[in-house]
T-cell receptor, first 116, second 117 residues
C-alpha cells in the first residue's frame, strides 16, 4: 500500500520570504499523481498544485512550485513571497494512475504559520 | 476550479437520532464522490467511496450500517449517520471527482461539523 509522510508537523516563515514543505511517499507504481492541498482555518480543502509522475517538468502555479524527485520519491512544495493568507494546514496526497483507482492517500499535514 | 457544496455546515443532534449530510457538485457531474472524517489536528480519513447508481465502497473499519451513503444522481451524494452517538462527533468532508478532459482531480466541500450531545 502507498504511504505519504510529511515529517514537519509545523513550519513558520516571515511574510514575503520563501518556505519549503517536505513530502515523501512510498509506492511500487511508476505512474501516479501527487497533490498539495491547503486547509485554512475555514477548513475548506483547496487544491494548490498537482503533478503527474510521468511529467519531468515540475509543476508551477504562481507563487507555488514543486520539486518532484521521482527516484527519491520526494515531492516538496515551495511557497515564494509568503503572504498572510498562506497560513494553513498543508496536506500532500498521492493517487494511483491505475484506471479505477481513485483514492487519495494523505500525509499527516504541516501547519504553516506566516509571521508578519 | 470546480465547486462542491455541503449542507449543513454545522449540525447538533441528540444521541440516538439520525443526521443526513448532503454533498453536491455544482458545476460538474461527479460519478464518484468521497466521504472523509477529520479529527482535530489530524489528517483526513477516507470513510467510503460513493459511486453514482451503485453501492458505496467502505474502508476497513467503517460501519456501513451506521454511515449510510446514497449517490442517487450525478451531482448529489448523501451521508446519513444513523443512531448517532457522541463518539460520532467529528468534522465530515466530502469530495467529488472531476474527470472532465485531462483534469481528474478531487475537489472538496467545505465540511460539516457534527456534534452529538
Amino acid at each position: 500500500a502507498q504511504t505519504v509522510t510529511q515529517s514537519q508537523p509545523e513550519m513558520s516563515v516571515q511574510e514575503a520570504e520563501t518556505v519549503t514543505l517536505s513530502c515523501t511517499y512510498d509506492t511500487s507504481e511508476s505512474d501516479y499523481y501527487l497533490f498539495w492541498y491547503k486547509q485554512p482555518p475555514s477548513r475548506q480543502m483547496i487544491l494548490v498544485i498537482r503533478q503527474e509522475a510521468y511529467k519531468q517538468q515540475n509543476a508551477t502555479e504562481n507563487r507555488f512550485s514543486v520539486n518532484f524527485q521521482k527516484a527519491a520519491k520526494s515531492f516538496s512544495l515551495k511557497i515564494s513571497d509568503s503572504q498572510l493568507g498562506d497560513a494553513a494546514m498543508y496536506f500532500c496526497a498521492y493517487r494511483s494512475f491505475i484506471r479505477g483507482a481513485q483514492k487519495l492517500v494523505f500525509g499527516q499535514g504541516t501547519r504553516l504559520t506566516i509571521n508578519p | 476550479g470546480a465547486v462542491v457544496s455541503q449542507h449543513p455546515s454545522r449540525v447538533i443532534c441528540k444521541s440516538g437520532t439520525s443526521v443526513k449530510i448532503e454533498c453536491r457538485s455544482l458545476d460538474f457531474q461527479a460519478t464518484t464522490m468521497f466521504w472523509y472524517r477529520q479529527f482535530p489536528k489530524q489528517s483526513l480519513m477516507l470513510m467510503a467511496t460513493s459511486n453514482e447508481g451503485s453501492k458505496a465502497t467502505y474502508e476497513q473499519g467503517v460501519e456501513k450500517d451506521k454511515f449510510l451513503i446514497n449517490h442517487a444522481s450525478l451531482t448529489l451524494s448523501t451521508l446519513t449517520v444513523t443512531s448517532a452517538h457522541p463518539e460520532d462527533s467529528s468534522f465530515y468532508i466530502c469530495s467529488a471527482r472531476d474527470h472532465r478532459g485531462q483534469t481528474d482531480t478531487q475537489y472538496f466541500g467545505p465540511g460539516t461539523r457534527l456534534t452529538v450531545l
